[in-house]
């Protein structure tokens, strides 16, 4: 099946620096890969879609300048976190699309990564 | 648009009891739905989806749902439980093409001895 890694699994931080966290589909291509935010107890939030060789499509709300995301191949988007404040800390999970037929339809399936627990201190 | 709706935010069980989560959507195209399994710190699992076909579908460990159009539901089933499904089960629904995946707001599963 297809598997998507995330690393660092978790990470603490100081406030005031910026987090880099790597998505990657380990055995299919993704031109299009998600970064969600889950809060404890709550659903996942979706913050941007990824797109490969393109920008990012952010959710209303989410702001771009603090949430880099870079899409730069076929199998590794990176969520950067800067200038992170502990209200940022959180857990970041993402996914990758993968396609699949559903009869004549295709349908997109979305393949998610392990997370990663950001702490800011 | 489309949304999903779990109204449980937590379901209590016994060991072996049987146990449903539901889940109901709404969505002005037809759907793929899908359950998800989140355990405590780490990501989701596919557990089942429904794409066409038998409205029916099951996953390797005992978990069944049915896809009921005409009442927009997709529940979750286990005739017995074990100590280890407790975890955050989320429902969520897909368009065809590039629609996004929408989630449910998850259902805690909690099963104790």
């Keep these: 099946g297809a598997v998507v890694s995330q690393h660092p699994s978790r990470v603490i931080c100081k406030s005031g620096t910026s987090v880099k966290i790597e998505c990657r589909s380990l055995d299919f291509q993704a031109t299009t890969m998600f970064w969600y935010r889950q809060f404890p107890k709550k659903s996942l939030m979706l913050m941007a879609t990824s797109n490969e060789g393109s920008k990012a499509t952010y959710e209303q709300g989410v702001e771009k300048d603090k949430f880099l995301i870079n899409h730069a191949s076929l199998t590794l988007s990176t969520l950067t976190v800067t200038s992170a404040h502990p209200e940022d800390s959180s857990f970041y999970i993402c996914s990758a699309r993968d396609w699949g037929l559903a009869g004549r339809d295709t349908y997109n399936e979305q393949f998610f990564g392990p997370g990663t627990r950001l702490t800011v201190l | ?113």
């Design chain 2, 1 to 113: 648009a489309q949304s999903v709706t779990q109204l449980d935010s937590q379901v209590p069980v016994f060991e072996e009891a049987p146990v449903e989560l539901r889940c109901n959507y709404s969505s002005s195209v037809s759907v793929y739905l899908f359950w998800y399994v989140q355990y405590p710190n780490q990501g989701l699992q596919l557990l089942l989806k429904y794409l066409s076909g038998s409205t029916l579908v099951e996953s390797i460990n005992g978990f069944e749902a049915e896809f009921n159009k005409s009442q927009t539901s997709f529940h979750l089933r286990k005739p017995s439980v074990h100590i280890s499904d407790t975890a955050e089960y989320f429902c969520a629904v897909s368009g065809s093409g590039y629609s996004t995946l929408t989630f449910g707001k998850g259902t805690m599963l909690l099963v104790s001895p």
